[in-house]
């Protein structure tokens, strides 16, 4: 018992040395490459938007695989007390992975599709309170940008441009974005970044500059009026926040974001929202021109499901389910990174989902979140686009106002992807508009 007491002490120290080895190694490497970075930014031109910012992360991995080797060999032979499980394992090694890289600092992606409810849910991270960074939809200039050029690009191409900025972003460096604002923002000045209102971040007494009437229009800043916004001064509010949550309905799949995942100077975690694609649809018609053919498509009765927009939309769900499917399958890069979330769980239970999502993400669920929660969902009050709703009630509004002609057509192009999420399917219109019959299962999804 003595000589094997000797022998698992041993072990362990050799565990503990290599251990603070890494992490000095690894802090060093940080150090060097940060450096590097400043040097080849102020030495280099603006980056090629087709140049993808993806640096091989294999070196940085590498002593971490080599310490998986060695406490798998350290371990002993199976059945022996001091044997790590593969999750014990994989703990560790996250923790080592991110601990120096992300300086305590950490990464929400929020993923989702339009109509999806992802405002309202982006709005619970906005409110956390002033350590809090966010940003809504920063993508929509990538995309309007490619739409105006004659440049194409496949979705790989297209996925690795989204992510390339996104890292930018969550390393709070804006000059990736920059290239796609139109007009180009000059010395880092613009008035015209997207949505800026919706950051409270980005209205902040030292963000929200003065404004002269002769040169910009006041931007209205949710409760006051700003100059056009300094993007230096927009970093370095996102440099002094610990948390930095991102929204956006343009990231195509999932899996193009393996590499914004893997990056050792970020600890990224991604929640993907779902909705009943029914709803996503009334919802659509009643907030977007674009979507008058489907109102037409209601009144006649007759929809022509070989039409582009059926097609379209049968992609989407498609799109999304193949998505979700890599998450639910928990691929290694995906590990304790992944949230599924419905909205409607969210529209009736507000409060524990958000503390659900604010734990997943390692976020501590402040009071100033909780109160406005409190305040948004309790009341029906303004329009299409407002994210102050009774929560409950908003979620099944779709299920008393959409042709039941439509309900049919969703439902089978996009049935794979409703049983998928626990979307029950209706035959007949009496079913969809009694109250009393949920369309939505009990589903967890881990």
């Keep these: 018992m003595q000589t094997r007491n000797s022998i698992m002490k041993t072990k362990y120290s050799i565990v503990f040395i290599c251990i603070v080895a ?8 940080s150090i060097i490459s940060r450096v590097s970075d400043k040097i080849i930014q102020s030495r280099a031109p603006p980056l090629d938007p087709h140049s993808p910012l993806d640096n091989s992360n294999t070196t940085q991995n590498g002593p971490l695989s080599m310490l998986k080797m060695l406490l798998s060999t350290l371990s002993g032979a199976k059945g022996n007390s001091s044997n790590f499980s593969d999750e014990q394992e994989d703990d560790e090694l996250d923790h080592l992975g991110t601990y120096n890289s992300s300086q305590g600092r950490k990464h929400v992606l929020l993923l989702a599709r339009t109509r999806t409810g992802s405002s309202f849910v982006g709005e619970i991270f906005n409110h956390h309170g002033e350590n809090m960074f966010y940003l809504f939809e920063p993508l929509w200039h990538v995309e309007r940008f490619l739409s105006l050029g004659k440049e194409n690009y496949n979705g790989t191409m297209l996925g690795r441009l989204y992510k390339d900025v996104l890292r930018g972003l969550f390393l709070c460096d804006f000059n990736p974005l920059e290239k796609f604002i139109s007009p180009p923002p000059e010395e880092h000045v613009t008035a015209a970044l997207f949505r800026r209102e919706m950051s409270l971040s980005l209205c902040e007494d030292h963000v929200c500059s003065p404004f002269d009437k002769e040169v910009y229009e006041p931007y209205r800043c949710r409760t006051r009026r700003c100059g056009p916004l300094n993007l230096t001064l927009a970093s370095e509010s996102c440099l002094s926040k610990q948390y930095h949550v991102i929204k956006t309905v343009r990231v195509p799949n999932l899996e193009s974001l393996q590499p914004l995942v893997e990056d050792p100077r970020l600890d990224v975690r991604l929640i993907q929202l779902v909705r009943d ?39 989407n769900c498609d799109q ?53 929660i409190l305040r948004n969902t309790a009341q029906e009050e303004g329009d299409e686009y407002s994210t102050r709703k009774n929560s409950s009630e908003h979620a099944e509004k779709w299920r008393f106002s959409m042709p ?38 009990d589903r967890q999804f881990q």
């Design 277 to 315: 694609p029914r709803a996503i649809l009334a919802s659509r018609m009643a907030a977007f021109d674009a979507y008058e053919v489907w109102k037409a498509w209601g009144q006649d009765g007759q929809v022509p499901e070989d039409d582009y927009e059926v097609k379209k939309l049968k992609g």
């Design 320 to 372: 999304i389910k193949m998505s979700a499917e890599v998450g639910l399958s928990h691929p290694h890069w995906l590990r304790k990174r992944y949230m599924l979330v419905r909205y409607e769980d969210i529209a009736l239970y507000p409060m524990q989902k958000a503390e659900d999502m604010y734990r997943f993400a390692g976020i501590p669920f402040s009071p100033q979140a909780r109160d406005w």
């Design 22 to 29: 890494l992490v000095i190694i690894e802090k060093e490497s």
């Design 404 to 441: 039941f002609t439509l309900v049919q057509v969703v439902q089978r192009v996009c049935e794979p992807h409703m049983k998928m999420f626990g979307y029950r399917i209706v035959d007949d219109e009496k079913t969809l508009i009694n109250k009393s019959i949920s369309l939505l299962e």
